[in-house]
């Protein structure tokens, strides 16, 4: 796969290490006999997956012409007791100034560039596709293992997401 619209040349070889550990743990996942050593390699493939994908969707993201915002309140004050929200009794009542600021780059995740890419260059079947491994990667921390399944099939998709964003990102990064 060709990664020379990465311009960062370590975090290039640290893609292209990530996928190349995909790859061999796929096969031998595919090749495993092992029940759990297959879900488990499954599991680790979806997360090095989706870190893949989130990297290269930075890529994309550190380049673009607008960016991504949080909203941020500064100097609240609390409004006199006799103010009262209409539904909400056991609260207090403020004023603030709110501002948006650009987010930094450590607060923006996998979902955030998704639905920010959304209308700039995925297809809608694409954000669903990379939605439902975002779900499926958030599902399979260790306290959490066993509400969904990882498979195969699951495997295949991921691999097939990273192919078609590889292939497609680089119309949309300036070397």
Same mark, same amino acid.
């Given at each position: ?22 790859? !061999? ?14 879900? %488990? ?8 997956? #989706?870190?893949?994908? %989130?990297?290269?969707?930075?890529? !994309? ?23 009262? #929200? ?10 603030? !100034? ?12 996998? #979902? ?14 694409? !954000? ?48």
């Amino acid at each position: 796969m060709d990664l020379e619209f990465i311009t960062d040349t370590k975090l290039r070889n640290r893609i292209g290490d990530a996928i190349t550990y995909i790859l !061999v743990l796929d096969t031998q996942a595919r090749g495993s006999k092992e029940k759990v050593f297959q879900t %488990e390699t499954c599991r680790v493939i979806i997360l090095y997956a #989706h870190s893949v994908i %989130e990297a290269l969707l930075h890529e !994309v993201y550190e380049q673009a012409d607008d960016c991504l915002y949080r909203t941020d309140y500064k100097d609240p004050s609390v409004l006199n007791k006799n103010f009262t #929200h209409r539904t909400i009794r056991d609260a207090e009542l403020v004023v603030a !100034v709110r501002k948006k600021i650009p987010k930094k780059d450590h607060e923006i995740g996998f #979902h955030d560039l998704v639905t920010f890419f959304e209308k700039k260059m995925l297809k809608k079947e694409t !954000v669903a596709r990379m939605l439902k491994l975002n779900g499926l990667r958030n599902s399979l921390h260790l306290k959490k293992l066993g509400s969904v399944a990882c498979t195969i099939n699951d495997v295949d998709e991921a691999l097939q997401l990273i192919e078609l964003t590889i292939k497609n990102i680089p119309r949309f990064v300036s070397k």
